[in-house]
């Protein structure tokens, strides 16, 4: 498999996964709509909410970057600042995920 194709299907999983979990997080988040603070923390603290939480946020972090790659690498022609953009995407998710991760698993521990 080359390397094109292997962009897409990630693209597409990362899509399809994305789907299921983005529902369930609408889903819960509007049943829980004016809950107070320690009604959602003892929400989000369920393992389970926890690991689809940390799911959601990996697989959209991925489908984001998988997604503005493709935007860099089309649309911006200079070589030295498609590289230097590129690694600003990759920095970006990487830290958003850092920070997210992090909270979501600092919840899960309280």
């Not at 984001?64 to 022609?77: F, K, N, P, S, V």
């Not at 995407?89 to 698993?105: D, E, K, Q, T, Y």
Request: with cysteine; charged share 10%.
């Amino acid at each position: 498999m080359d390397k094109s194709t292997a962009h897409f299907l990630k693209q597409r999983l990362t899509a399809l996964a994305n789907i299921p979990l983005a529902l369930f997080f609408l889903y819960a988040l509007m049943t829980h709509a004016g809950a107070d603070y320690e009604t959602m923390r003892a929400f989000l603290s369920n393992p389970l909410v926890s690991a689809a939480l940390l799911g959601f946020i990996v697989s959209a972090l991925w489908h984001m970057y998988l997604g503005m790659q493709i935007i860099i690498e089309d649309y911006i022609h200079g070589e030295a600042l498609k590289l230097f953009v590129l690694a600003l995407n990759f920095l970006f998710c990487l830290s958003v995920g850092f920070v997210s991760v992090l909270s979501a698993l600092r919840i899960w521990m309280a």
